[in-house]
Each structure stands twice: as structure tokens, then as C-alpha cells.
């Protein structure tokens, strides 16, 4: 499998994960652009100075300042070899700075009047963020007037509008599903789950697989450290990513009494005992075989398939995220966009260049470089799934309706770190619900503010 996968990876969207929660709001060296000393990102350029005709039919030549984090420098200049061929006339700059200091330094280089054609952020909140400032220029018109086909990425286009409009196209996610092992669902008689079912079924599977006791206890589901803010995946599904919308608010408490639930009837280890590295280590655990399943995103299969490499034993498979009695089902994933700067002295070139990368052609060099794209197609999932033997079903990461995980709001992280300290309790049996709410709320209205 892919060895980008259980670092930062991104699967497909049906519509990394790199979640810079520390950066600027809003699920990762000397400037060519004229950046301040304090934005000095490694720069690496890429083309050459000769005039030739370019995709839109224009002999002038144009230079480009994109940036990016660190971590992303073997992909964009991969991308910024293959747009060149078709675009010679095209210089783009590479600008990288440490994935830690990305966003800091992004700010100082805005700040400072660095010329920044294009850029890349690790989540809608960032990139909401930045819009909030003034600093991202819309796409509609662009879209529109060069019939730029978007469908491949439509639902996390969608799910990434802010206010209606367009500012990003995406070019990676991440994608949700249960992972199961197959010789405890065969030890309790139950049969392997398939391609449709809901959380409360989930619930009933779990609680068939549980058996035993003391150090021979097999737990039906697995979970995480109370602080991960996995719980709140069965919120996802229902479309429930913002919580400081109190109705979503209401659907990720839910989401944690589920989880809670699942601990209390004994399906699931109390979270007590998952807290810390414990709950870290949930591919270790899951080794164990003492673990029907787990809902996990799509950098575990990875991370499975190498600790089996290594020796390790476990025969597992993957089965689609469950929905909620009601819901459609679909599953959910933390974005990564390209955005073209409100400053950009050429907007219309910069759109071109993140229209190579987030789309059809971009996608092909995303898939051979260990990254699984935005764009989807019959194609780019037949690619996929072929020669992957483990899991049996790889097609589950790629053939569900993918949507964001994260909303475009600029308030989000701030509003994330409050719930992550108070749901924790939470779980962890320490705070009823009505208490977490109260201080949640009480907390967002003092510590959440409002750009």
C-alpha cells in the first residue's frame, strides 16, 4: 500500500490531512516571490525562460509563486515537472516552509507584501481564515469563463463554498471506514458486514462479537483516547462538522454517548483505559486480535498491512462507514485545497496551474506518487483498487460519497480544542451531558472569536 498513507495520506473523494490546527484559523529561506525574511521558505524553481505557446494560447512568459508546506515538496514539484511540459512558457517558484511554521509564516509573508501567486492550505478551517482576510481570490468567474470541468471534486467543492462561492479547489482527502477482523467475526458466527448498514447496527454487531473475560475479553469495538475527537466521526456522517452551530453542537454530544454507550455495556474498553499512549496505539491494539472492529480513516490500511509485512497476524478486511436509520450514507474526509492569492499579479495563469493539479491529469501524478487525489473517476478508482490484495475490499475507501469532515469556518479550531477538553470528560465519566453542554457553550462564548 501507499507509504504516504499513515503519515498525512489522502483517499478519494467522491464528493491530509495535514490538520495545522495551530495555524491561522478556520478535519500538513529566501522567497522567490519577494517574501519577508521572517516568511523564508527552501525554494525550488521549476521551467525555463523560453517562450512557447501555452494552454491557453499565449506566448507570454509568466512566472508563478506557489507555496506550500515542507512536507508537500516531492509532490508539487512532480505536478510543476508535468504542468511544465505542457507549459513551458510557465516559471513557477516553489516556496516550502516546515509544516510546523507553515501557516505562521504564510501570514507574515501576506503580511508583508511577499508576492504569492497560489498556495496551498491543509483544511477548509485555514482556508477559511484566510478568506476572512481578504486574501483569497474567488473562482466562480474562472470556473465559468474557461468551462473548467470541477465534477471529478464536486462534493468537497460544495462542502468547502463559503458564503456560495468558491475560493479553493481540492486536491487531497482522507476517507472513513470500519476496519474488521475477520477471525473474530468468525469465531462469534457473525457474518462480515456489507456495503449498507447504520451506527445502530454497528451497536448490535458489537455487542454479538464481545465475549469472555479478564485478559480472555474480546471486545466487539475498539475506540481511541478520549481526547482524539474521534468520537465524533458518527456526527460526521449525518452532516453534523460545525459545533458552533448549537444543532450540530446537539449531534456531536450524541456522537459522544454513542461512543460512551458502547464503553458502558462493555462492547468497547472503558475510556479510562484508553487514555494517553494507550489509546494512541490503536493499530497495536487492534494486532492483538482481541478487537472485532474499528471505524479508522484510510492511512491504517498502511499501517496494517506493513505490521503484517513484518510479521505481525491479523486477517482483516474494511467495510463502508455506517449511517445513521435515515441518512444516506456516505463518509467523510479532512481536505487539502490550492488557492489562488487575492494579490496574484496573474490570477488567470495561477488558475490554470491549480486547475492541472486538482484535476484529471493532477490526479494520475497524485495516485502514482503514493497520494490518492480530490479528483475522482471511473478511472482513477479502477487504478486504485488494482493489484490490492489487503484489504479484499479496497474498493469501500473509494466508491462512498466523500464530504468534508471540517467546515469552512475560521472559528473551528479554537471552538475544537474547547470541546475536545470538555467532551473528554465526558467519556471518561467525569461530566454528565448537561454540564459538558452548559460549559462548552459558556466557554465558546467567552473564548471563540467571532472574525
Given at each position: 500500500m501507499r507509504k504516504n498513507f499513515a503519515a498525512r495520506l489522502t483517499a478519494l473523494t467522491m464528493g491530509g490531512i495535514l490538520m495545522l490546527?495551530?495555524?491561522?484559523?478556520?478535519?500538513?529561506?529566501?522567497?522567490?516571490?519577494?517574501?519577508?525574511?521572517?516568511?523564508?521558505?527552501?525554494?525550488?524553481?521549476?521551467g525555463t525562460e523560453a517562450k512557447a505557446e501555452s494552454g491557453g494560447g499565449s506566448e507570454?512568459?509568466?512566472?508563478?509563486?506557489?507555496?506550500?508546506?515542507?512536507?508537500?515538496?516531492?509532490?508539487f514539484t512532480k505536478l510543476v515537472e508535468a504542468y511544465k511540459q505542457e507549459h513551458p512558457n510557465v516559471t513557477v517558484n516553489l516556496n516550502f516552509v516546515a509544516s510546523a511554521d507553515y501557516e505562521t509564516k504564510l501570514i507574515t509573508a501576506f503580511s508583508g507584501g511577499a508576492e504569492i501567486d497560489c498556495f496551498a492550505v491543509a483544511s477548509p478551517p485555514s482556508l477559511a481564515a484566510y478568506v476572512a482576510k481578504n486574501q483569497v481570490y474567488?473562482?466562480?468567474?474562472?470556473?465559468?469563463?474557461?468551462?473548467?470541468?470541477?465534477?471529478?471534486?464536486?462534493?468537497?467543492?460544495?462542502?468547502?463554498?463559503i458564503d456560495g462561492k468558491i475560493y479553493s479547489l481540492p486536491y487531497k482527502t482522507s476517507s472513513w471506514?470500519?476496519?474488521?477482523?475477520?477471525?473474530?467475526?468468525?469465531?462469534?458466527?457473525?457474518?462480515?458486514?456489507?456495503?449498507?448498514?447504520?451506527?445502530?447496527e454497528y451497536a448490535e454487531v458489537a455487542a454479538r462479537l464481545t465475549s469472555g473475560e479478564g485478559a480472555d475479553k474480546v471486545y466487539g469495538s475498539l475506540n481511541f483516547q478520549p481526547t482524539s475527537m474521534w468520537w465524533r466521526v458518527p456526527a460526521n456522517t449525518k452532516g453534523?462538522?460545525?459545533?458552533?452551530?448549537?444543532?450540530?453542537?446537539?449531534?456531536?454530544?450524541?456522537?459522544?454517548?454513542?461512543?460512551?454507550?458502547?464503553?458502558?455495556?462493555?462492547?468497547?474498553?472503558?475510556?479510562?483505559?484508553?487514555?494517553?499512549?494507550?489509546?494512541?496505539?490503536?493499530?497495536?491494539?487492534?494486532?492483538?486480535?482481541?478487537?472485532?472492529?474499528?471505524?479508522?480513516g484510510d492511512w491504517v490500511i498502511e499501517m496494517l498491512n506493513t505490521a503484517i509485512a513484518g510479521g505481525e497476524q491479523c486477517n482483516y478486511d474494511i467495510a463502508p462507514i455506517p449511517h445513521w436509520e435515515g441518512e444516506e450514507p456516505l463518509t467523510v474526509g479532512a481536505p487539502a485545497t490550492l488557492q489562488i492569492a487575492q494579490s496574484a499579479k496573474n490570477p488567470e495563469a495561477a488558475f490554470d496551474f491549480i486547475s492541472f493539479c486538482t484535476g484529471a491529469q493532477g490526479a494520475e501524478i497524485l495516485l502514482e506518487n503514493d497520494y490518492f487525489p480530490a479528483w475522482t473517476s471511473d478511472e482513477i478508482i479502477k487504478e486504485y483498487c488494482e493489484g490490492k490484495t489487503n484489504p479484499e475490499h479496497i474498493e469501500y475507501v473509494v466508491n462512498q460519497t466523500i464530504t468534508s469532515q471540517v467546515p469552512c469556518d475560521p472559528n473551528y479550531n479554537t471552538a475544537q480544542n474547547v470541546i475536545k477538553e470538555e467532551v473528554s470528560l465526558l467519556l471518561?465519566?467525569?461530566?454528565?451531558?448537561?454540564?459538558?453542554?452548559?460549559?462548552?457553550?459558556?466557554?465558546?462564548a467567552s473564548e471563540v472569536i467571532t472574525q
Open positions: 490546527s495551530a495555524l491561522a484559523g478556520c478535519g500538513s529561506s529566501g522567497s522567490g516571490g519577494g517574501a519577508s525574511e521572517a516568511a523564508a521558505p527552501a525554494q525550488a524553481e521549476s507570454e512568459e509568466v512566472t508563478l509563486n506557489f507555496y506550500a508546506w515542507l512536507d508537500e515538496e516531492g509532490i474567488e473562482l466562480d468567474d474562472l470556473i465559468a469563463a474557461n468551462n473548467t470541468d470541477i465534477t471529478g471534486a464536486q462534493a468537497t467543492i460544495d462542502a468547502t463554498k471506514f470500519v476496519v474488521y477482523n475477520k477471525d473474530v467475526f468468525d469465531a462469534a458466527g457473525e457474518p462480515y458486514p456489507d456495503g449498507d448498514w447504520t451506527w445502530e453534523a462538522i460545525n459545533p458552533l452551530e448549537e444543532e450540530q453542537l446537539e449531534a456531536w454530544l450524541d456522537a459522544a454517548e454513542y461512543c460512551r454507550k458502547l464503553s458502558d455495556n462493555g462492547y468497547q474498553p472503558p475510556y479510562a483505559d484508553r487514555a494517553g499512549e494507550a489509546g494512541a496505539d490503536y493499530t497495536g491494539a487492534f494486532l492483538t486480535g482481541k478487537y472485532g472492529m474499528m471505524y479508522n471518561l465519566g467525569e461530566q454528565d451531558r448537561e454540564t459538558t453542554k452548559k460549559v462548552i457553550t459558556d466557554r465558546l
